[in-house]
Nanobody, 121 residues
Framework: QVQLVESGGGLVQAGASLRLSCAPSGRSFSDYAMGWFRQGPGKEREFVAAINWSGRNTYYADSVKGRFTVSRDNAKNTVYLQMNSLKPEDTAVYYC??????????????WGQGTQVTVSS
């Protein structure tokens, strides 16, 4: 059974940084494009970032461009989301998903359980 497991969330102050990790289990995802999404309180699930299988191509939502960086280490079968200069509006549950690089969450077949990120002002 394929599972995606996120980690690295927490409670931080505005301006701080966090790094989220997504480690699939059950199979290797090194040949899959991977995406990150988030869902804030009372909000729709929204696209955050994505990365193709090699890591050469990355994609970002305008709201996080310049602050967040998506990367991957295929040898470790892990995808990362480095989040810098966090803002209170970044507060959400963050999910990794596969496969894909699109911004439509319905295109993705596999999802993690999510990790909570809370940014205080």
């Amino acid at each position: 059974q394929v599972q995606l497991v996120e980690s690295g969330g927490g409670l931080v102050q505005a301006g701080a940084s966090l790094r989220l990790s997504c480690a699939p289990s059950g199979r290797s995802f090194s040949d899959y494009a991977m995406g990150w999404f988030r869902q804030g309180p009372g909000k729709e699930r929204e696209f955050v970032a994505a990365i193709n299988w090699s890591g050469r191509n990355t994609y970002y939502a305008d709201s996080v461009k310049g602050r967040f960086t998506v990367s991957r280490d295929n040898a470790k079968n892990t995808v990362y989301l480095q989040m810098n200069s966090l803002k209170p509006e970044d507060t959400a549950v963050y999910y990794c998903a596969a496969p894909g690089v699109g911004n439509n969450w319905q295109e993705y077949n596999y999802w993690g359980q999510g990790t909570q990120v809370t940014v205080s002002s």
